[in-house]
């Protein structure tokens, strides 16, 4: 063609053109508003009341739980491949140690107590965030303390709450992260923190918008945490409450929460979107939680998925929608794919 009749052409619209913008690696990279990097990752630790313990759970491939008489052979590696932050779950399994208020849950010779003291020793530079909940350490099952008829005495659940986070953070935890859902208890933790002279070192980042729904199966095997009778859904969100999660995110921000987690993520993207908008000075962090992560091996071992590609694209969705760090059981994996990725 000559060049006048190349000029006589119909021309293409120059804005219809984007392909130029990504059609390299780095470009891709470029066109992220923010990527995603090991500091961003915190992994979940189930550390059981037998230290020498390591088991694995069926129903979370590649998750295990731990002892902690083997937490420093585990977590070495991974720290040298650039871990930043762990949460730590407390697993109790000696008979008897269950009762109707949770009084191991703080026990200073339990297993977050003892995980707490064990990881400043030896992984110092390691941020250690405490789940606090009692849902692991009742003898029924449920979250809180209860009413003779089975439901939440809210009083008497957030005063027991309050004084686990403070006992977490007195251990030496960095951050304390309720999970719990029942209403007040952010304002109460803080108080207890503020009192012991603890809330300047302690970040408080509070589950204000966890749901209620059908994706924590996995996590109960692993903290054999399911309750004895009844559900979680009169404290945790109903699955379509996205207006009950704006005001639970407004209340807990109004309480003193220093950060905030969404979860479950995948299914709330919306949701991560508000809490972006109505906490925006907060940190917001994506919980992957281990329905979703156990979704995506079952997904990846029958050939529907590639796993990194379908993790990548899965976490990614969890930045665009605002989140800035992210409770991940696939930390280990993506510490070595981050790697490969540079």
């Known amino acids: 063609?000559?060049?006048?009749?190349?000029?006589?052409?119909?021309?293409?619209?120059?804005?219809?053109?984007?392909a130029g913008g990504y059609n390299h690696p780095l470009l891709r990279q470029w066109q992220s508003e923010r990527q995603l990097?090991?500091?961003?990752?915190?992994?979940?630790?189930?550390?059981?009341?037998?230290?020498?313990?390591?088991?694995?759970?069926?129903?979370?491939?590649?998750?295990?739980?731990?002892?902690?008489?083997?937490?420093?052979?585990?977590?070495?590696?991974?720290?040298?491949?650039?871990?930043?932050?762990?949460?730590?779950?407390?697993?109790?399994?000696?008979?008897?140690?269950?009762d109707p208020v949770g009084t191991a849950a703080d026990?200073?010779?339990?297993?977050?107590?003892?995980?707490?003291?064990?990881?400043?020793?030896?992984?110092?530079?390691?941020?250690?965030?405490?789940?606090?909940?009692l849902c692991e350490y009742t003898s029924h099952g449920h979250c809180g303390v209860l009413y003779d008829d089975g439901t939440i005495n809210r009083e008497l659940s957030v005063s027991r709450l309050a004084a686990v986070a403070v006992n977490y953070a007195k251990a030496g935890a960095h951050c304390v992260a309720p999970s719990d859902m029942i209403d007040g208890r952010i304002r109460d933790i803080k108080r207890g923190l503020i009192n012991a002279n603890l809330a300047h070192k302690t970040f408080v980042l509070s589950y204000a918008a966890k749901f209620s729904g059908n994706l924590y199966g996995p996590f109960r095997d692993a903290a054999c945490s399911a309750p004895s009778d009844g559900d979680r859904k009169c404290y945790q969100l109903p699955p379509a409450g996205r207006g009950l999660a704006r005001r639970a995110l407004e209340r807990d921000m109004s309480e003193g929460a220093d950060g905030i987690i969404v979860k479950p993520s995948t299914f709330y993207l919306d949701i991560m979107r508000d809490a972006?908008?109505?906490?925006?000075?907060?940190?917001?962090?994506?919980?992957?939680?281990?329905?979703?992560?156990?979704?995506?091996?079952?997904?990846?071992?029958?050939?529907?998925?590639?796993?990194?590609?379908?993790?990548?694209?899965?976490?990614?969705?969890?930045?665009?929608?605002?989140?800035?760090l992210i409770i991940t059981y696939l930390a280990p994996e993506f510490l070595d794919w981050l790697d490969e990725e540079n």
């Open 37 to 98: 990097t090991k500091n961003m990752l915190i992994f979940p630790l189930f550390i059981s009341d037998n230290p020498d313990d390591f088991t694995e759970i069926d129903s979370l491939p590649n998750i295990n739980r731990i002892g902690v008489h083997r937490l420093k052979d585990y977590l070495k590696p991974l720290v040298a491949k650039g871990l930043r932050s762990v949460i730590l779950f407390g697993v109790p399994l000696i008979p008897g140690t269950k």
């Open 1 to 18: 063609m000559h060049t006048a009749e190349f000029l006589e052409t119909e021309p293409t619209e120059i804005s219809s053109v984007l």
């Open 107 to 133: 026990d200073p010779a339990g297993p977050v107590i003892q995980g707490i003291k064990f990881i400043r020793e030896s992984f110092p530079e390691l941020y250690i965030i405490c789940d606090v909940c």
């Open 276 to 324: 972006s908008e109505i906490c925006k000075d907060l940190p917001i962090c994506a919980y992957h939680v281990s329905g979703e992560y156990a979704m995506l091996h079952a997904a990846a071992e029958k050939g529907v998925v590639d796993l990194k590609t379908i993790a990548f694209e899965s976490h990614q969705g969890f930045l665009r929608a605002g989140a800035r």
